[in-house]
């Protein structure tokens, strides 16, 4: 077998890219058929794009000249710099053979290379086997141990207006002196500092099991970075945030979704990070800004049918607010990690 990086060429290779692509959706929908899984074009405009923060390389397994797994490995650069996180697909067809060990290993050794001591890599499961499915074997006999679960949870749309109306008004008392104000695409220049600072904190926030990040480093570059990738995916993102009175932001939320009219688009919109500054809690900003985004969101598009998210299951607050949305759940999102 044949392990390599795919270069620039390649990347700009529409045979190749398709290949790559190809597999993946086999791999991640087998079983699970139903799920969510992003167009070509959106697949193509993310991995074309580049990031400042995190190196993305597409890794490639050869078996003469048929692709037989692929992997993607995100490696962060300025922050973080002791993780890498990676995905492995084997083709459904080609499984038990020692190909997803083979590949893992080799990213294993790409990660030592670098200096990198924690790797993680995840995997949705159905809700019934999450202790013992395939890929939890294949994780553990890899030498990785589970670090976090995330439920996935779906939202058909639409929501009846009259009840989003209400989530507002049920939050409206609490934040008092806030302002809440909804972005189409970037937010304007004099918010991008505060948001990406906001953002930022995410993760060291956020419940994320027995692996601890640090904040990230979100510069004003790396934001237009984002926005010019979701872009190229043919999105938008719809940025819901809070203010203070001297506009400073302290909570978001967004909603990512294809581009109205896109050909060949699916109708599922993703929510992102929903995130209140630890500063200012209590105010309900969490279900205001949610609740918003969801009002603008649906005040513009009609065409769309569902929002998908997912959250640690120990994430008690958001959890509620996303029961008090009409979420429900619907598989797990599992997280490993080893320690090289
Ligand atoms: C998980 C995945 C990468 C495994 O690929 P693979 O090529 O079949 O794995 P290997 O043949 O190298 O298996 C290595 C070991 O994992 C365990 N394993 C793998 N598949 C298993 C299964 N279906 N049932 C039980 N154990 C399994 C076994 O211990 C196996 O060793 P053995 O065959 O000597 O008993 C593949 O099923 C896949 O692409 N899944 C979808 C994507 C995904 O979830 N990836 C991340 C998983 S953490």
Request: aromatic residues 10%; proline residues 4%; contains cysteine.
């Amino acid at each position: 077998m044949d392990i390599r990086v795919l270069d620039a060429s390649e990347l700009g290779d529409e045979a190749v890219m398709r290949e790559f692509y190809d597999l993946n959706r086999r791999s991640e929908t087998f079983g699970r058929e139903q799920a969510p899984f992003w167009p070509f074009e959106e697949f193509l405009g993310a991995y074309r794009t580049t990031d400042s923060g995190e190196l993305q390389e597409p890794i490639v397994a050869y078996d003469g000249d048929r692709i037989v797994a692929t992997a993607t490995m995100w490696t962060p650069l300025v922050d973080n710099t002791d993780k890498a996180y990676f995905e492995v697909n084997v083709d459904p067809q080609r499984r038990r053979r020692g190909i997803g060990r083979a590949l893992t290993g080799h990213l294993e050794q790409m990660a030592r290379d670098r200096g990198r001591t924690l790797l993680m890599t995840g995997s949705h499961l159905p809700y019934a086997d999450r202790e013992d499915h395939a890929y939890c074997r294949f994780a553990e006999a890899c030498g990785y141990e589970l670090s976090n679960i995330e439920v996935v949870r779906y939202l058909d749309l639409p929501v009846p207006d009259e009840c989003i109306q209400q989530w507002i008004d049920r939050a409206a008392p609490h934040h008092e002196g806030y302002t809440i104000e909804t972005f189409v695409g970037a937010v304007p220049d004099d918010l991008v500092e505060s948001l990406c600072a906001l953002l930022g904190q995410l993760a060291v926030d956020a419940p994320t099991g027995s692996v601890d990040f640090e904040a990230e480093v979100i510069t004003p570059e790396r934001y237009a970075e984002w926005i010019e990738g979701v872009t190229a995916m043919r999105r938008v993102r719809y940025e819901t945030v809070a203010l203070t009175t001297d506009r400073e932001v302290v909570a978001q939320s967004t909603l990512a979704m294809p581009l109205a009219g896109s050909e060949g688009a699916s109708k599922d919109v993703y929510q992102w990070g929903t995130f209140v500054h630890r500063d200012h809690r209590g105010h309900h900003l969490g279900l205001a800004t949610k609740a918003v985004n969801l009002r603008a969101l649906q005040a513009a598009r009609s065409d769309l049918t569902r929002i998908i998210t997912q959250n640690a299951e120990t994430n008690g607050f958001m959890v509620a607010i996303n029961d008090t949305l009409g979420f429900y759940p619907v598989e797990v999102s599992a997280d490993f990690v080893k320690r090289l």
